[in-house]
T-cell receptor
Framework: RKEVEQDPGPFNVPEGATVAFNCTYS??????FFWYRQDCRKEPKLLMS???SGNEDGRFTAQLNRASQYISLLIRDSKLSDSATYLC??????????FGTGTKLQVIP | NAGVTQTPKFRVLKTGQSMTLLCAQD?????MYWYRQDPGMGLRLIHY???????AKGEVPDGYNVSRLKKQNFLLGLESAAPSQTSVYFC????????????FGSGTRLTVV
C-alpha cells in the first residue's frame, strides 16, 4: 500500500459545483498533512495545512479523519481558475513527508 | 521578493554528460530540498540540507550529488547523465522543515537523450 494515495481523476465539474477529493494514508502515526495546488507545468504551491480537526479558508475546507486514515479537500462554488492538480502530502516519519501523485480537477464553463 | 529561483529552466543533455542545477533562495530558510517529478510517481526527494554545510540523502539519491556551501544556495549535480534522469526537478526551501510547508522554485525540465 502506498504511504499516501490519491485518486488521479480527472474530476470534471461545472462552474459553481462543489467537489471533494480524498487522500488516504497508511501510517497511523502521521500527524501533519497538507494540500498543495499545482498548475500545469508549474511548481506546487501550498494551499492549506491540515493539523488536527481540519481547517477552512474561504471556499476551501480540509478535513482529517484519523479513524479511517484519510484527509479530504472540499471546494465550494468551483471557479474556472480552480482547475489544477491537487497534491496531498503527509508526514511519514521524523522530518519526512510523502507526496501523493495528485488529483486533477477540471472546472468546465 | 524572488523566493526560490532555479536555473536553468530547460536543458537537454546527452547520455554521459554532466551538469549542475542551481537553486537560490532569499528567504533565509535553513532547509533546502531537491525533488524530481515524474508522471504517475509524484514528487520524490533526491537530497536535502538542514543548514549551510550539511547534506543528506533522500529517497532517490543515486546518480546525484549536492552541495550547500552557502545558506542561500543548494546545488544539484549529475555527474554522468542517464536517460532515466529525464524529469522535472524542483528545488524547495522551508524555514523549519517539511512540517511547516515548502516554497518551491519554478522547476528545471531536463531531458537526457
Amino acid at each position: 500500500r502506498k504511504e499516501v494515495e490519491q485518486d488521479p481523476g480527472p474530476f470534471n465539474v461545472p462552474e459553481g459545483a462543489t467537489v471533494a477529493f480524498n487522500c488516504t494514508y497508511s501510517n497511523s502515526a502521521s500527524q501533519s498533512f497538507f494540500w498543495y495546488r499545482q498548475d500545469c507545468r508549474k511548481e506546487p504551491k501550498l494551499l492549506m495545512s491540515v493539523y488536527s480537526s481540519g481547517n477552512e479558508d474561504g471556499r476551501f475546507t480540509a478535513q482529517l479523519n484519523r479513524a479511517s486514515q484519510y484527509i479530504s479537500l472540499l471546494i465550494r462554488d468551483s471557479k474556472l481558475s480552480d482547475s489544477a492538480t491537487y497534491l496531498c502530502v503527509g508526514n511519514t516519519g521524523y522530518q519526512k513527508v510523502t507526496f501523493g501523485t495528485g488529483t486533477k480537477l477540471q472546472v468546465i464553463p | 521578493n524572488a523566493g526560490v529561483t532555479q536555473t536553468p529552466k530547460f536543458r537537454v543533455l546527452k547520455t554521459g554528460q554532466s551538469m549542475t542545477l542551481l537553486c537560490a533562495q532569499d528567504m533565509n530558510h535553513e532547509y533546502m530540498y531537491w525533488y524530481r517529478q515524474d508522471p504517475g510517481m509524484g514528487l520524490r526527494l533526491i537530497h536535502y540540507s538542514v543548514g549551510e554545510g550539511t547534506t543528506a540523502k533522500g529517497e532517490v539519491p543515486d546518480g546525484y550529488n549536492v552541495s550547500r556551501l552557502k545558506k542561500q544556495n543548494f546545488l544539484l549535480g549529475l555527474e554522468s547523465a542517464a536517460p532515466s534522469q529525464t524529469s522535472v526537478y524542483f528545488c524547495a526551501s522551508s524555514y523549519s522543515g517539511p512540517l511547516y510547508g515548502y516554497t518551491f522554485g519554478s522547476g528545471t525540465r531536463l531531458t537526457v537523450v
